[in-house]
């Protein structure tokens, strides 16, 4: 079977888009045009086994990135399992407000596959980082990728801060889990190949950031990532523990205490 042959043949079980980047990742090319000039290369009957069962996984709902094994995040390649969130283009933004901030330290609670920590040391060398995660699964993507990518950073295992001697005026950032099960927008089947450890939290998916913000006991900043449906219940969380609001326009909250 050729490219050609096989990509049509796979359009009709999953998007073209995703077929092509399946055999691209197998064939470990430089990226689709290799398939547009080699349309009528036979694939090899190994090759063609395993193109196939990715295509079965896609077909499934399985998310590309676990069937790729990486995701991109701010221009550089993440290697994700499902050990981890798949890093979300949204959260970009949050590496934005971050570099605005010009901070010296920072430290990413919930650092899953260590995209914002990572992304962060490189963006900003000056910087010292640190990582904290619950889970010790996490934590090994995280350093793998860090390795891969060539970006010192300090991985600890912690409960949130239970386990971490936070410093005056780090700047925190926490992309924690925040949906609500029981919200009625979201698609709890297309969500079922990640952890649910990294997605759900309790107290319509706040429990986790209240409990984050009662534990910081220094001056620092903080950075949140949060459905827009929270943000006035954070804003005012926040508040009665003594930080002040300092960015108005951006979805994700700029907190300093």
């Given at each position: 079977?050729?490219?050609?042959?096989?990509?049509?043949a796979?359009?009709?079980?999953?998007?073209?888009?995703?077929a092509?980047?399946?055999?691209?990742?197998?064939?470990?090319?430089?990226?689709?045009?290799?398939?547009?000039?080699?349309?009528?290369?036979i694939?090899?009957?190994?090759?063609l086994?395993?193109?196939?069962?990715?295509?079965?996984r896609?077909?499934?709902?399985e998310?590309?990135a676990?069937?790729?094994?990486?995701?991109?995040f701010?221009?550089?390649?993440?290697?994700?399992t499902?050990s981890?969130?798949?890093?979300?283009?949204?959260?970009e933004?949050?590496?934005?407000?971050?570099k605005?901030a010009?901070?010296?330290?920072?430290l990413?609670?919930?650092?899953?596959?260590?995209?914002i920590?990572i992304?962060?040391?490189?963006?900003?060398?000056?910087a010292?980082?640190?990582?904290?995660?619950?889970?010790?699964?996490?934590?090994?993507i995280?350093?793998?990728?860090?390795?891969s990518?060539?970006?010192k950073v300090?991985?600890f295992?912690?409960?949130l801060l239970?386990?971490?001697e936070?410093?005056?005026?780090?700047l925190?950032?926490?992309?924690?889990?925040?949906?609500?099960?029981?919200w009625s927008?979201?698609?709890?089947?297309?969500?079922?190949?990640?952890p649910?450890?990294a997605?759900?939290?309790e107290q319509?998916?706040?429990?986790?950031?209240?409990?984050?913000?009662?534990?910081?006991?220094t001056?620092c900043?903080?950075l949140?990532e949060a459905d827009?449906?929270?943000?006035?219940?954070?804003?005012?969380?926040?508040?009665?523990?003594g930080?002040?609001?300092?960015?108005?326009?951006?979805?994700i909250?700029s907190?300093?205490?």
């Open positions: 079977m050729t490219i050609t042959e096989w990509i049509s796979a359009s009709k079980k999953i998007d073209r888009l995703d092509e980047l399946i055999l691209v990742n197998l064939l470990h090319v430089g990226d689709r045009s290799y398939l547009v000039a080699h349309d009528d290369e694939l090899s009957s190994n090759l086994d395993l193109a196939n069962a990715q295509l079965e896609r077909a499934a709902g998310p590309l676990y069937i790729l094994g990486w995701r991109e701010y221009g550089r390649r993440f290697k994700v499902r981890v969130l798949i890093p979300r283009p949204e959260t933004t949050i590496i934005d407000l971050a605005k010009k901070p010296t330290k920072i990413d609670v919930g650092t899953g596959s260590g995209c920590a992304t962060c040391t490189l963006e900003m060398p000056k010292s980082v640190d990582a904290i995660d619950i889970s010790p699964s996490a934590l090994a995280a350093q793998a990728n860090a390795k990518l060539g970006a300090n991985f295992k912690s409960d239970d386990d971490y936070l410093e005056p005026n780090t925190i950032i926490a992309n924690l889990p925040y949906v609500d099960q029981n927008w979201i698609n709890l089947n297309t969500l079922s190949f990640e649910g450890l997605l759900y939290a319509e998916g706040l429990a986790l950031i209240y409990r984050l913000i009662q534990s910081i006991n001056s900043r903080l949140i827009p449906s929270q943000h006035e219940k954070i804003i005012a969380f926040a508040r009665d523990f930080f002040k609001k300092t960015n108005q326009k951006d979805f909250l907190f300093k205490k």
